[in-house]
C-alpha cells in the first residue's frame, strides 16, 4: 500500500450494491471533511468509456488499457458531485442498470482490477478518506483504521432501488431489480479476484431495519471510539 494510506484516516465501506454505501459514505465524508472514493464509479466509467471507443468486453487488454488511461474528473456543481469522462458529463449514463451491469462483467478481470488499484490508492490524502466498494478494506486499503461491511437483505435492497430509480423516473419492476440485484450479487461474490467478502477485521453492519441517521450514528460513534473523528 502506499505511503500516504498507511498514515491517512481511512474508514472503508464495503457490501453489496444497493446497501446504502454511497449514501452513508458521501454523508460521513461531508461530516468529517474527508475525501470520498467511490470505487464503483471506476469501473462503470471503465465499461462506459469502452463501449465508447468500442472496446468490446471480452477484450481484456483493451480494457485494461482503458482502465489505465481512464481521463475522469469528479468537479462539486451545486452541491453535487458530477462525473465527467473526457469532459463528458456521464453523472447520469454511468447509473443506469445497463451501465452497472456492464460495469459489474469489467470488474471480474483482474488487468482491469490491477489498473484501477493505484488511481484508487492516490485518493488517501489528508485528513481521511471514506472509501465505498466491494474490496475497500480486503485489497486496496488492508490498512484501513476502519472497516465496515454493509449489508442489508436482498429485498430491502431491491425496494430501495426501486424507490430511488422511481424518484428519478426510471420505470422499474421490483421483481426485475430483485432478479437484477441476485445476479449482481452472484457475479461480485463468486468472481475468482476481489470478490465481495467482509475482510477478516471488518465490522458487519445489518441496514435491513436501520433509517440512514441511525447508520450514519454508528458509525460515528465507532470511529470516535477508535479515535478516527471527534464525535461532534
Ligand atoms: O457500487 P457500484 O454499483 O457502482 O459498482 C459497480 C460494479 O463495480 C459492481 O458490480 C461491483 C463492481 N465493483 C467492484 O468490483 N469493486 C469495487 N471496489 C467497486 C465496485
Known sequence: MSASASTVNVLTIDGPGGAGKG?????IAERLGWHLLDSGALYRLTAYAAGKHGVELNDETGLARVAENLDVAFPVADGAVQTLL??????????????????????????VREALLKRQRDFAVGPGLVADGRDMGTVVFPGAGLKI??????????????????????????????????????????????????ADDAVTLDTTRLSIPEVVEQLTEWLTRKGMASGE
Open 23 to 27: 449514501t452513508i459514505s458521501s454523508l
Open 86 to 111: 473526457e469532459g463528458e458529463d456521464v453523472t447520469r449514463a454511468i447509473r443506469t442498470e445497463q451501465a452497472g451491469e456492464r460495469a459489474s462483467r469489467v470488474a471480474a478481470i483482474p488487468v
Open 149 to 198: 461491511f454493509l449489508t442489508a437483505s436482498a429485498e430491502e435492497r431491491a425496494r430501495r432501488r426501486h424507490e430511488q430509480l422511481r424518484q428519478a423516473g426510471v420505470n422499474a419492476t421490483l421483481p426485475n431489480l430483485l432478479q437484477e440485484i441476485q445476479a449482481r450479487d452472484a457475479r461480485d461474490t463468486q468472481r475468482s479476484v476481489a470478490p465481495l467478502k467482509p
